[in-house]
Structure formats: structure tokens, C-alpha cells
């Protein structure tokens, strides 16, 4: 069974901090990955995607991805009232098959 | 502008009451799927086409018929709606399925009683 696993919190941090997520995932042919961000009532919007191992920095956002422990990271910095919203790791198996994380809410309090 | 198109928003029927949820995309994109998203289950794919012609099931497709007869459209139909399939779908489109950025629709928020 191909599962892609997220602490569904909620997980609050004050403005400014270093909001952290995590993923797991069961098979380790997983290729691509990717972070989703779902505010209340709208659809998923990519924040971002990372196929290699490593880290990806793209403005506060940052994605880490370890094959060898099978776990995907996404560190927010400097987080934002704005950034409070559902977070949602996404898997992808082969070119047809994503599979998506419950997702974890995360609030950023002023 | 880019953009991944359902409709209805919202729906409310009554239970063996056939119905379509239409999706379009304006992106030429060859892959297209239906996801529902339900409290604590997060995002689960119901069918996805490769191409015109070409769906197949995913992981909760009992229930559901798709059609793929153009490149922009994935109807999803629900032939006999049940209250199990109260939940909010999405219709997603991407150039090649797993390996790229899934563009979602509004979604649709279906009621079945």
C-alpha cells in the first residue's frame, strides 16, 4: 500500500518563527514530491516540488528530501499570518499515480 | 489565463439522481483526474485519462464514470448518487501527471441526501 503519512497538527507558531512540516512515505519508488498549500474552502496551489536529495530553497520556503528515510520536509520561514492554511505533501509513484497526505493545518498567530 | 474550470460549485441532489460535474482546462494538457477530499483522508484520486481517450481508476473509483473525449474536458459523472459520495471533488489537469505542478479546479461541493 502506497501511504503518504502528515501529522495533521494543528501546529501553531507565533509570527516569525520557523514553521517546520513533515511527510513520510511507505514506497520507495516514490520520484517527485510535492508541497501543497490549501487554504480554507479553496483548492490546492504548488508551493514546491523537489525530485533529488537535499534541500530546495525557494524565498521562505524550503524543501528537504531524504530517499534514504523516506521523508519529505517543508520549513517555512519568517511565517506570516497568511501562511496559516492546510499543508499537503504529495508523492508521486510513476506518471500517473500522486498520492496525497491528509495534510497538516498549520496557524501562524501575530 | 491559465486556469482548470468545474462546475457546478456546489450541488445538492437526492440519492439515485444521475449527475455530471464538468471540468475544463485551457492549458493543452494531456492529463487530467478527479480527486474527492474528505475530512481527515485528504486527497484521494477517483479516475485519471493520459489522453483523449485513454482514462483509467484510481484509488476510490467505485461510483464514478469518467469520459475523455476532448483534450479540455473530464465530465465526472455519478450515474446513482449515494450520501457516501457527499464530499468535495476536485478536477486537476498537468502536462504529464506525477512528474509535474497538478493545476486544481475550484472544486465542487457535492451533497447527496
Known amino acids: 500500500q502506497k501511504e503518504v503519512e502528515q501529522n495533521s497538527g494543528p501546529l501553531s507558531v507565533p509570527e516569525g518563527a520557523i514553521a517546520s512540516l513533515n511527510c513520510t512515505y511507505s514506497d520507495r519508488g516514490s520520484q517527485s514530491f510535492f508541497w501543497y498549500r490549501q487554504y480554507s474552502g479553496k483548492s490546492p496551489e504548488l508551493i514546491m516540488f523537489i525530485y533529488s536529495n537535499g534541500d530546495k530553497e525557494d524565498g521562505r520556503f524550503t524543501a528537504q528530501l531524504n530517499k534514504a528515510s523516506q521523508y519529505v520536509s517543508l520549513l517555512i520561514r519568517d511565517s506570516q499570518p497568511s501562511d496559516s492554511a492546510t499543508y499537503l505533501c504529495a508523492a508521486a509513484y510513476n506518471n500517473n499515480d500522486m498520492r496525497f497526505g491528509a495534510g497538516t493545518r498549520l496557524t501562524v498567530k501575530p | 489565463e491559465a486556469q482548470v474550470t468545474q462546475n457546478p460549485r456546489y450541488l445538492i441532489t437526492v440519492t439515485g439522481k444521475k449527475l455530471t460535474v464538468t471540468c475544463s482546462q485551457n492549458m493543452n494538457h494531456e492529463y487530467m483526474s478527479w480527486y474527492r477530499q474528505d475530512p481527515g483522508l485528504g486527497l484521494r484520486q477517483i479516475y485519471y485519462s493520459m489522453n483523449v481517450e485513454v482514462t483509467d481508476k484510481g484509488d476510490v473509483p467505485e461510483g464514478y464514470k469518467v469520459s475523455r473525449k476532448e483534450k479540455r474536458n473530464f465530465p465526472l459523472i455519478l450515474e446513482s448518487p449515494s450520501p457516501n459520495q457527499t464530499s468535495l471533488y476536485f478536477c486537476?489537469?498537468?502536462?504529464?501527471?506525477?512528474?509535474?505542478?497538478?493545476?486544481f479546479g475550484q472544486g465542487t461541493r457535492l451533497t447527496v441526501v
Open positions: 486537476a489537469s498537468s502536462f504529464t501527471g506525477g512528474r509535474t505542478e497538478a493545476f
